[in-house]
């Protein structure tokens, strides 16, 4: 955590008899790669009170996902304009929850995964229908125009990494899942 910022004493001497002093804060803190600006005013009372009032004057966003799930369809590549390499598919993460009546339940959500560049190579190569997968990278929002001029909205998840838990073999399906030591297979 690095911290700095700058104390600026007011001029206006106050008449009152418990505050001695009177200033206005200004801080910037970083934690790690996120920066908080923090303002506010500092009373220094006689008796030896002192309170801060701080006030956040800006402050990073965050947009980020994490997924680990299976491949519900091959990998598909495309090529663009400006030769960038695209390769997406859809990713399905399985989640349990309970019903109101208790019971416990299961359902599948999917997520359109883009991965670009290399990366989106390595996923084209070594991912089938199946292939586990962890992802991590950002959610993004775009619009289209559909084939009858329609507009279209769509959420991606763009990978800026991508680590392949099972990968495909030689024959293009899946890989079968790893057996700990002292395990049957």
């Known amino acids: ?47 030896g009170i002192v309170i801060v009032l701080l006030t956040q004057s800006s402050m990073r966003s965050l947009n980020k ?16 304009s400006n030769g960038n390499i695209m390769v997406s598919f859809p990713l399905a ?7 109101k009546a208790g019971e416990k339940k299961k ?3 999917f997520h359109r995964i883009i991965v670009w560049g290399k990366r989106g190579q390595v996923a084209k190569e070594f991912l089938a ?4 997968v962890y992802i991590e990278g950002r959610i993004a929002n775009r619009s289209y125009e559909a084939e009858k001029g329609e507009k279209r909205f769509i959420t991606e998840i ?16 899946t890989a079968p899942e790893l057996v700990s030591p002292g395990e049957k297979a």
């Open 65 to 80: 996902a994490m997924l680990i799930g299976n491949l519900a369809a091959d990998p598909d590549q495309k090529t663009m």
């Open 158 to 173: 763009v990978a800026d990494d991508l680590n392949i838990i099972t990968w495909k073999d030689k024959k293009g399906t």
């Open 93 to 99: 993460t399985n989640r349990e929850y309970e019903s």
């Open 1 to 47: 955590m690095q911290v700095k910022g700058e104390l600026c004493r007011c001029g206006a001497k106050s008449s009152s008899p418990f505050l001695s002093t009177f200033y206005h804060l200004s801080v910037q803190v970083r934690v790690s790669e996120s920066v908080f600006g923090m303002q506010g005013d500092f009373f220094h009372f006689s008796s």
């Open 107 to 109: 359902a599948t959500d």
């Open 129 to 132: 229908k199946g292939s586990a």
